[in-house]
């Protein structure tokens, strides 16, 4: 834990009074990566569909080929628990070196029981596990299965009445997302879901706006949810909910980037008094990494936010969306000692500015070094 922090002429500490200490003379010293949305737990890539798409298939050719989620769910049932907890150990430590102390989980590529509970079970084990925070959410209305295309309030059914007992007898999941898009679920669908996660203790967290301006912001801010994520088409009205709401707006901007459709609207979004955060969306479909750097240099370059706002927003606020804001975000005296040491660097803005160097030195978790 942080005990005390200042100019080494005002704290009560000296330098001898510690087992070890670091000189970071011309380096900074940050609180780690708060990454409040990803889909960290999957197995196998989807590179072959980034070609089909880069020669011209839409979104929709390629899910109707066997595509999308539905490939990547088609993958989760077939791997057992064991090799998908390796794989995606694996995973966390890669996004660890890179500075993230701090993570939230979703579930999402089982659309079964058996599948959504193996990839809940793994993020349990991620916790007790690692030094990382982690936050788990339960997303089960990411998708309709094949098997229910004509029989989604089935699918819904199998969420509410046999998912979600389970869940909630076993504690493994702290939030309940649904992807609320056209195609996908639908405004009353979302309500549905998300308050029968609410009677079984889960908080909503929505993926809204990400293709249309459908009104899942203001759904998400009627139901008190924690977040709603992804935000790249945003009206007026959605804009005004969002920012009279305790709610914050989760931006994933390397989303957008891969897939090349516009970015957030992060200044309209921060002149309006809008609580946003940063993450990565780190999948296999449409964000496939979880570097947080490079969230934070996009988030300058192209979504021209001052390199103080998408730092902020990459840790306290993304604390704030995983309601860890009390432990890590921040350097403050009771907090964990989760932190970024930079190499040396001119100054602060030179971290987004420089994009492609890795420009990280050590990282620390709960007071201990991970490199």
Not at 17 to 30: E, I, N, P, R, Y
Not at 83 to 107: C, D, F, H, N, P
Request: hydrophobic share 40%; glycine share 8%.
């Amino acid at each position: 834990m942080i005990t005390e922090f200042g100019a080494m002429k005002d704290v009560k500490f000296r330098v001898a009074d510690f087992t070890s200490h670091l000189d970071a003379t011309g380096k900074m010293v940050l609180p780690s990566w708060c990454d409040s949305h990803t889909h960290l737990v999957f197995t196998g890539s989807r590179e072959n569909e980034f070609v089909e798409k880069i020669k011209g298939l839409t979104y929709a050719q390629i899910a109707a080929k066997g595509g999308g989620i539905l490939n990547s769910a088609k993958k989760i049932n077939a791997i057992s628990e064991e090799e998908l907890y390796k794989q995606s150990y694996k995973r966390l430590q890669q996004v660890i070196q890179l500075g993230t102390g701090a993570i939230e989980i979703k579930s999402g590529y089982g659309l079964s029981v058996e599948g959504e509970l193996k990839m809940l079970r793994v993020i349990q084990r991620l916790k007790r596990n690692t030094n990382v925070s982690i936050r788990s959410t339960f997303l089960g209305a990411h998708a309709v299965p094949a098997e229910y295309k004509e029989n989604r309030q089935g699918y819904i059914d199998l969420i509410i009445n046999q998912m979600l007992p389970v869940i909630a007898n076993e504690g493994l999941a702290d939030y309940i997302d649904v992807f609320c898009e056209q195609g996908f679920f639908s405004l009353e669908e979302t309500k549905q879901i998300c308050n029968a996660g609410k009677a079984f203790g889960l908080k909503p967290k929505i993926h809204a706006n990400q293709l249309s301006a459908s009104g899942a912001v203001q759904t998400g801010v009627k139901l008190n949810a924690l977040s709603v994520d992804h935000l790249e088409v945003m009206d007026d009205d959605a804009v005004i909910s969002l920012s009279n709401s305790t709610t914050i707006g989760t931006l994933l901007p390397s989303a957008a980037f891969f897939l090349r459709m516009p970015y957030q609207p992060a200044r309209n979004l921060i002149n309006n008094n809008c609580a946003i955060a940063l993450a990565t969306d780190y999948n296999p479909g449409s964000s496939p990494s979880g570097n947080m750097n490079f969230v934070v240099a996009l988030s300058c370059i192209q979504m021209k936010m001052l390199p103080e706002e998408a730092i902020n927003a990459a840790t306290i606020n993304g604390a704030f969306g995983m309601e860890l804001e009390n432990e890590v975000g921040s350097i403050s005296v009771g907090k964990r000692a989760n932190l970024i040491v930079t190499k040396e660097i001119p100054s602060l803005a030179y971290l987004p500015y420089s994009f492609g160097n890795n420009l990280i030195d050590r990282v620390m978790l709960r007071g201990e070094w991970v490199q």
